[in-house]
């Protein structure tokens, strides 16, 4: 099939079946002559946009080409779970400590020494609670209030962004 023949399925698409116009805007020969295209090229869907009308054709993983979508399946256990962590909300946890600047963050004050923090540890306002690495300088950064350590989010040696949440505190 060649542009020509698109472009006759595109006309035919807007102005009905066999160039009659005031008719059905969807012409089933239209459907056939994409339904064979994909057969042709192996394609797995085609779109076709003419004057505004557009007609899209897939092949689904059966072989058969379809227009309709499948009924609803019933919800597992991970859509549940997804949909469940969309109704988290939005935005920066309130506890989150973000990096003030892009960097390589470190957990400990040097290479085998014991992290400054662990998950459960009280800190208190103006604790370290890691070490970021910019331009060759060590970077405190330091608890902005006091709570108890719920999660860690990074791990030691990692690169991390601007604004990116390191730990957060409850």
Do not use: W
């Not at 099939?1 to 009659?20: E, H, Q, Y």
């Not at 192996?42 to 059966?62: D, F, P, Y």
């Not at 992290?115 to 459960?120: N, R």
Request: aromatic content about 2%; charged content about 20%.
């Amino acid at each position: 099939m060649n542009m020509k023949d698109m472009k006759s399925i595109g006309a035919r698409l807007t102005s009905g079946p066999r160039g009659k116009p005031n008719e059905s805007l969807i012409d089933p020969d239209a459907i056939r002559a994409l339904a064979e295209l994909l057969k042709e090229t192996g394609l797995t869907e085609i779109e076709i946009e003419h004057n505004g009308a557009r007609l899209r054709v897939s092949n689904q993983s059966g072989g058969s080409v379809t227009a309709a979508a499948p009924p609803p399946a019933a919800p597992s256990a991970a859509s549940v779970a997804a949909a469940a962590e969309a109704a988290k909300p939005k935005g920066p946890h309130p506890g989150g400590v973000p990096s003030p600047m892009v960097g390589t963050v470190y957990a400990s004050p040097e290479p085998g020494a014991p992290p400054f923090i662990k998950v459960g540890q009280s800190v208190k306002e103006g604790d370290t609670l890691f070490v970021v690495e910019a331009m060759k300088t060590m970077n405190p950064i330091l608890a902005s209030r006091s709570g108890m350590v719920t999660e860690i989010c990074v791990t030691d040696a990692q690169p991390v962004e601007f604004g990116q949440i390191l730990v957060i505190i409850s």
